[in-house]
């Protein structure tokens, strides 16, 4: 720890060092892959491809992709590629359909995730001093226990609290001094809610300063809301179960994309439909290639997450790439009626108006021949009880909002507060009839 970083050296290195890093670490964790999984040996042989041919970062391109669905069908240990009992621990993702997500940790994997979470929650101001209210799910998802671990190396107190149990959290958050909450952007939207509901001023009943939201696409007006309700500076964390869970990428306090860890990961920036690499500032599908895992390593991952890339300097000094927010994850994509829509934008257009909860939820249906795309929009409290409301012209301007945003019309079907269900992890925003229809 270093004033304002966890790791100058590191973190401001000169990007041409960053590179001969990165190419010294691909290199090994490259050989590393054919020698010891038969996963990645078949695929480097199907092109014929060894380990020797990479010779330049450049050299990566000739690697093929590896894909969510190559970690399904080997579920669950295919592409381990260490002995099992140097398997310390496993998480997996939230997988509602087939074979889950399994990420399996060495103690080496461990020790560069908990570093990477503690550099990843100091840069966003976090200190020994600190107490860390952690309202991400414990257990087999990354965000509980990576925050965990990450605050352990930072030295901060952390209350554990794991999702659910709404209004106690807020007991404890109070009770017990939280400076810092970690949990989904829509839990911090709905514990923002429930504090109105029940008399809460967190910034006069709570010590909170900061927020560190990430594991699912947010936009910057859900973030606006957020830091407005609850009185705190947002930071984005980005990362995957696939790669070792959050601490990939952080904000920082420039609040101007999310730098990438570059010494323990390679990004490239892809087509999603036809794979080709794109240059920096290009948007595109993120891929990432691990550097230093040895339990379950990566070579060029397909993340299906939209953001771009940019390697120029940041002004809070750190060299390490930026990406964007991400817009949205491509599985999360809707195709509706021939055009791409993402969650997130009607998120945005939903927040653009005051007289609106945060809960929205889009049904699309193909009854005939057509698609209909419906988005349910709540009123807020203070709306529903103004009796000079004008329903039908504030629905006129949310539709037209969407219209903008998307690019294809909706119905919008304005409805009473509370009448969304609300989730207390990850928040449910679609609902597809079409399935089976197509
Ligand atoms: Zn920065």
Known sequence: MDGKYWNRKIETMP???????????????????????SFYHKKFDSVGLKPQDIQTLEDLTKIPFTVKSDLRDNYPFGMVTVKP???????????????????????NDMDVWSELMGRSIYTTGGRPQDVIHIAYG?????????????????GAKI?????????????????????????????????????AQEGVDPRKDLKLKRGMFGAEPWSSKI???????????????????????????IECEQHDGLHIWEDHFIVETIDPDTGEVLADGEEGELVFTTLTKTG???????????????????????????MLRVQGRSDDMLIIRG??????????????????????????????????????????EKAASNPQLDKNALKNEV????????????????????????????AKRVLDLRKGKM
């Open 15 to 37: 990007r041409q060092q960053i590179k001969e890093h990165q190419l010294q670490k691909l290199r090994e964790q490259v050989k590393y892959c054919y020698e010891n999984s």
């Open 85 to 107: 009992t140097e398997i310390v621990e496993i998480h997996a993702s939230s997988g509602t359909t087939g074979n889950p997500i399994v990420g399996a940790y060495t103690r």
């Open 138 to 154: 414990y257990g087999l998802f990354t965000g509980g226990l990576g925050f965990h671990y990450g605050a352990q190396k930072v």
């Open 159 to 195: 209350i554990p609290a794991s999702g659910g149990m709404t209004q106690r959290q807020i007991k404890l958050m109070k009770d017990l001094g939280a400076t810092i909450l970690a949990c989904t952007p829509s839990f911090a939207v709905y514990l923002a809610e429930t504090m």
């Open 223 to 249: 973030r606006e809301r957020i830091e407005q309700q609850i009185g705190i500076e947002a930071f984005d964390v980005y990362g995957l179960t696939e790669l070792c869970g959050p601490g990939v990428s």
């Open 296 to 322: 379950l390593p990566m070579l060029r991952y397909r993340t299906r997450d939209i953001s771009k890339i940019t390697t120029e300097q940041c002004k809070c000094g750190r060299t390490h790439s930026r």
């Open 339 to 380: 055009v791409n829509v993402f969650p997130s934008q009607i998120e945005y257009a939903v927040m653009c108006f005051s007289e609106l909860a945060t809960q929205y939820l889009i049904v699309v249906d193909r009854p005939g021949a057509l698609d209909t795309f419906v988005v349910k929009v709540e009123l807020c």
């Open 399 to 426: 539709q037209k909002r969407i219209h903008i945003v998307t690019g294809i019309s909706a119905d919008v079907e304005i409805v009473k507060p509370d009448e969304i269900p609300r989730t207390e992890g990850k």
